[in-house]
């Protein structure tokens, strides 16, 4: 009996706190749908058209309120603040090594830093050069290395990069010696694959369409073949259910190769999904 009471208390001093909580109302639309003959209501199906004014407008409130509650959050600066002197205690953090002729290519992450960097040595004790620092690249902009490949002769470096966390990159490619980018860039990009082995060519993975409230735009993806200094409009459609429509590749498959100068007979591919099997 005493646990029953506890449970009341604890259950209307829950209630009491949301109590406090005035949310921004949101309409009901009867958004009836009949799947094989049943129909089943939903007050808020019209919240899936993301595209819509009074949808945009009813999340943007929601966002604000809750920032509003975030604000008001006791010691929440505070903590802020040591979470960030805490930031600046960790070491330095180095990913993705790459070797290619001589040269090694990785991204470093300093203390306090929010997103990592570009760099490279003329083997492994030489000189540190930056290639490329996404965090001053585009004024006015948070830019994030999505990841980045070598070509083969280590002379230059395609580079995937998204704003502001979105899983959409833009892929370009930078001469090492200069340490610039060539002209023309590839957009939208899912991820980037590597260079061919003759180092002419980057292959990647193409969404049909940056938007990311289309559900059709993470459909039917291909990995296409780019020819450096070639217009991005001749990139072949390397590998997909469009290129090889025997194989069956379901829509929701993501087409991927793979290449290796161990073996340069042959490329590899397979197909991955939001599930953790893999298909080669």
């Known amino acids: 009996m005493k646990k029953f009471y506890i449970t009341i208390f604890c259950l209307l001093l829950t209630l009491g706190a949301f109590a406090q909580y005035k949310y921004p109302p949101t309409k009901k639309v009867d958004s009836s749908r009949t799947y094989f003959g049943t129909t089943y209501h939903d007050d808020y199906g019209w919240l899936e058209k993301l ?61 306090g830093e929010p997103v990592g960097k570009l760099y490279y040595r003329q083997g492994l004790h030489g000189k540190e050069i930056l290639l490329f620092d996404p965090s001053n690249y585009t004024r006015g902009k948070r830019l994030t290395i999505e990841n980045y490949a070598a070509s083969y002769d280590g002379k230059r470096v395609a580079i995937a990069y998204s704003e502001g966390g979105k899983e959409v990159s833009t892929l370009k490619v930078l001469d090492v010696a200069t340490r610039k980018f060539l002209p023309g860039e590839i957009y939208p990009v899912a991820e980037l694959a590597g260079f061919t082995l003759d180092n002419t060519g980057v292959f990647y993975l193409a969404f049909k369409t940056a938007d990311q409230t289309d559900p059709e735009g993470m459909m039917n993806l291909k990995t296409k073949l780019h020819i450096i200094g070639k217009p991005v409009s001749t990139d072949i459609d390397f590998f997909s259910n469009v290129s090889y429509p025997k194989l069956g590749i379901e829509s929701n498959a993501y087409p991927y190769v793979t290449l290796t100068d161990d073996n340069k007979n042959y490329i590899y591919s397979g197909l991955s999904t939001v599930r953790p099997d893999m298909i080669m």
């Open 51 to 111: 595209k819509d004014t009074a949808v945009i407008s009813r999340f943007k409130n929601q966002a604000a309120y809750t920032n509003d509650i975030m604000r008001k959050i006791s010691g929440r600066d505070e903590l802020i603040a040591e979470w960030k002197m805490l930031d600046q205690l960790r070491p330095v953090r180095i990913s993705g090594p790459v070797y290619r002729q001589g040269r090694v290519f990785y991204r470093k992450t300093m203390p």
